[in-house]
């Protein structure tokens, strides 16, 4: 196998040891960096030329890309990404100085040393540690309705108390993790909840007792989506539900106030039939 497919293979990184392995000789890898097609990054690591630059730091650091930064490159829902969340191995020394949050921990699930990314399972136990409950199980929710880990390997993994706690909680039903935190907060109600039930034809978020709609707004509420919102909220109203919709701004940053209103329609009695 050539270097550049070797690399490509590994998304863009590699130790070259492992290139080694698989038939690259050092003369082509000295002549591909002459070529500016592959660069040294740190001692023992190559990369292509316009590699995953989040990749090539995790090499330099000695460090995986791992819990909500993980989540994030998987597509998961995660409250906020914004700082990067690296693993390494504990008393690992100057292994991970740089930005961001440092998890030194011992895996769960073995981690290939060929590889800057965790497995996705260390990534969900590192994120039960981190993040508040409420996002940490949005994330995992999320995980599990895009069916990207088995729950019985999970549940036969030696997980900590918090990611078992997850497990036991976590359900594939929310379309995106605000419906999750929605639902978290409102398990105490001695109210039935029915996340994405059908009604006339089309989903809804919730439907609370018997007539109580809750919509919750996410950015994909423009345009076609609004306007089809818009009609289906019609013909709810027409058949006797009663409406609500929140945005995540009132979700996330005002919830006492979205409790309020759907306490005052309880107390209207608006969940029940007429």
Request: proline share 4%; with cysteine; net charge positive.
């Amino acid at each position: 196998m050539d270097a550049i497919t070797a690399l490509h293979r590994r998304g863009g990184v590699a130790r070259v040891r492992t290139l080694t392995r698989l038939g690259v000789s050092a003369y082509e890898l000295r002549r591909e960096r002459e070529r500016g097609r592959i660069r040294s990054i740190c001692r023992g690591w190559v990369a292509l030329a316009g590699a995953d630059a989040m990749l090539v730091t995790a090499a330099r650091r000695g460090v995986v890309l791992s819990c909500i930064t993980l989540a994030a490159r998987r597509g998961l829902w995660v409250l906020d990404d914004s700082e990067p969340h690296v693993a390494a191995p504990p008393h690992s020394g100057h292994a991970g100085a740089g930005r961001g949050v440092v998890h030194w921990s011992a895996p769960v699930f073995p981690r290939d040393p060929d590889l800057r990314e965790d497995s996705l399972e260390n990534a969900l136990i590192l994120i039960s540690g981190c993040q508040p409950r409420e996002s940490a199980l949005a994330t995992w929710e999320s995980a599990l309705k895009k069916d990207l880990v088995d729950l019985e390997v999970l549940r036969r993994a030696p997980l900590p108390r918090a990611a078992r706690e997850l497990l036991d909680e976590a359900r594939p039903f929310a379309d995106a993790g605000t419906e999750t935190i929605f639902f978290t907060r409102l398990r105490w109600l001695n109210v039935r909840i029915i996340p994405q039930a059908w009604l006339l034809g089309h989903r809804v978020d919730f439907l609370i007792g018997e007539r109580l709609v809750i919509q919750i707004d996410g950015g994909h509420h423009v345009g076609a989506q609004r306007t089809s919102d818009i009609r289906h909220d019609a013909q709810l109203k027409l058949h006797g539900y009663h409406v609500i919709r929140i945005g995540y701004d009132q979700l996330m940053n005002d919830w006492p106030a979205v409790q309020n209103m759907i306490m005052d329609a309880i107390a209207q009695r608006l969940h029940l039939a007429a």
